[in-house]
């Protein structure tokens, strides 16, 4: 009884010593968590970067009122995605719910480029 009671003491001082098996794998862990992080945030500062220069951007654009009642513009990229689902058989309802439009400004979208001769 008291070779086990040694051989436990002997153990539990040897556990001071030994190194932790998942300290590494710890530090690990937290490593990937931050870089995750960062990369995230430069994901979205990109992102700001281009929904800004999408909001600024007014060449090839149709006015648009807006809720205060000023002049607002639809970029060309958005008139290519209506213009897109049109050609897909989409109905202006359903364009104008995915391209947060109103159905109106849809019909002016598609009327523009089937004058343009766009037609398929």
């Not at 992102?47 to 807006?66: A, P, W």
């Not at 109905?91 to 037609?119: H, P």
């Amino acid at each position: 009884m008291m070779g086990l009671l040694a051989f436990s003491v002997v153990l539990f001082i040897l556990s001071f010593f030994l190194k932790d098996p998942y300290g590494e794998l710890r530090e690990e862990i937290d490593q990937l968590s931050i870089q995750q992080v960062q990369e995230l945030f430069q994901i979205k500062k990109k992102v700001k970067v281009l929904e800004e220069e999408l909001l600024v951007g007014t060449d090839n654009m149709i006015g648009k009122e807006s809720a205060y009642g000023e002049k607002r513009e639809i970029h060309e990229i958005i008139k290519n995605q209506v213009w897109s689902l049109a050609q897909q058989g989409k109905d202006v309802e359903q364009i104008a719910a995915q391209s947060s439009l109103s159905a109106g400004e849809v019909e002016q979208i598609i009327k523009e480029f089937m004058e343009r001769g766009q037609i398929q």
